[in-house]
Nanobody, 113 residues
Framework: VQLVESGGGLVQPGGSLRLSCAAS????????MYWVRQAPGKGLEWVSS????????YYQDSVKGRFTISRDNHKNTLYLQMDKMNSEDTALYFC???????WGQGTQVTVSS
């Protein structure tokens, strides 16, 4: 199993970023997938989930209306579109396979002016 995140970086408050997670080594289309983040000095925080087919989506309250999770099962890729970002979104973002045993290396997102 390999999960490789990309798309992180520095963004100004109110700005947008799109994270991607390239999955390999398993049948991506049969697994729920999650985004989890860890802010500096804090614990892990679940952000969003998407079912295997992409037909149901769930968000943490603090990102509802700002973040959009999606997936392309043909490309074995998970996405997180982040809009209207604020400083509280600064964190290391991980792509996680259902079961929480398989994690990517994370991509750093920093929101700062």
């Amino acid at each position: 199993v390999q999960l490789v995140e990309s798309g992180g970086g520095l963004v100004q408050p109110g700005g947008s970023l799109r994270l991607s997670c390239a999955a390999s080594g398993f049948t991506f289309s049969t697994y729920w997938m999650y985004w989890v983040r860890q802010a500096p000095g804090k614990g892990l925080e679940w952000v969003s989930s998407i079912t295997a087919a992409g037909d149901s989506i769930y968000y943490q309250d603090s990102v509802k209306g700002r973040f959009t999770i999606s997936r392309d099962n043909h490309k074995n890729t998970l996405y997180l579109q982040m809009d209207k970002m604020n400083s509280e979104d600064t964190a290391l973002y991980f792509c996680v396979r259902d079961g929480y045993k398989d994690w990517g290396q994370g991509t750093q997102v920093t929101v700062s002016s």
